[in-house]
């Protein structure tokens, strides 16, 4: 079965750097796009990165910049550098797939940014 593994979340101070990871299984991962999201205490989950099967990245704009998503299909890993934290970063990271239809979530790693 599809099986998301994230890892990596840490507690960081502002302007530090993190890289996130999610380890994924039992799909054809070199092919599909992976999905970085986040949900901070109170707020509803937000989009952070996409990378396609072609290696093709997308991030909303006010991610821009400070994240880089990336991918290891010989390891069948995606990967999220996040550069310059700031303290409203805060938040589970969580990665997504989506396979025939059904959407697949990790179950998530915290980053928390101090000040």
């Known amino acids: 079965q599809v099986q998301l593994v994230e890892s990596g979340g840490d507690l960081v101070q502002a302007g530090g750097s993190l890289r996130l990871s999610c380890a994924a299984s039992?799909?054809?991962?070199?092919?599909?796009?992976m999905d970085w999201f986040r949900q901070a205490p109170g707020k509803q989950r937000e989009w952070v990165a996409t990378i396609t099967g072609g290696f093709i990245a997308d991030y909303p704009n006010s991610m821009r910049g400070r994240f880089t998503i990336s991918r290891d299909n010989a390891k069948n890993t995606v990967y999220l550098q996040m550069n310059s934290l700031k303290p409203e970063d805060t938040a589970v990271y969580y990665c997504?797939?989506?396979?025939?239809?059904?959407?697949?979530w990790g179950q998530g790693t915290q980053v928390t940014v101090s000040s």
């Open positions: 039992g799909f054809a991962f070199s092919i599909n796009a």
């Open positions: 997504r797939t989506v396979q025939r239809g059904t959407v697949y």
